[in-house]
Nanobody, 124 residues
Framework: QVQLVESGGDSVQAGGSLRLSCAASGVTHSTYCLGWFRQAPGKEREGVATINIYDSSTVYADSVKGRFAISQDFAKKTLSLQMNNLKFEDTAMYYC?????????????????WGQGTQVTVSS
């Protein structure tokens, strides 16, 4: 059973940085995709970044390219998201997600394991 627990959310000013972490228990082999998704009030959940555990290939949403970096440590069963130059529009609940398979798209409907979320608030 895969269980995901996020941490690291906080309130920051625009231009600041945060690092989110996700403890991913139950991910026992490398044929998994892990990802970060976010949902702002009144908006649909959107993909932020995903990573293939096997080869660490990544996919980013255009809105975060060059500012966010996703990484994973399979041995430690952790997923991270380094967020730099945060903008007001990055304000959202951020979720860690996992799916069995190698196609690591940004589509939230692909993922069947979800954490409870961690809140990121960016003030302008």
């Amino acid at each position: 059973q895969v269980q995901l627990v996020e941490s690291g959310g906080d309130s920051v000013q625009a231009g600041g940085s945060l690092r989110l972490s996700c403890a991913a228990s139950g991910v026992t082999h490398s044929t998994y995709c892990l990802g970060w998704f976010r949902q702002a009030p009144g908006k649909e959940r959107e993909g932020v970044a995903t990573i293939n555990i096997y080869d660490s290939s990544t996919v980013y949403a255009d809105s975060v390219k060059g500012r966010f970096a996703i990484s994973q440590d399979f041995a430690k069963k952790t997923l991270s998201l380094q967020m730099n130059n945060l903008k007001f529009e990055d304000t959202a609940m951020y979720y860690c997600a996992a799916r069995f398979g190698a196609a690591c798209r940004l589509a939230h409907s692909d993922y069947n394991y979800w954490g409870q979320g961690t809140q990121v608030t960016v003030s302008s």
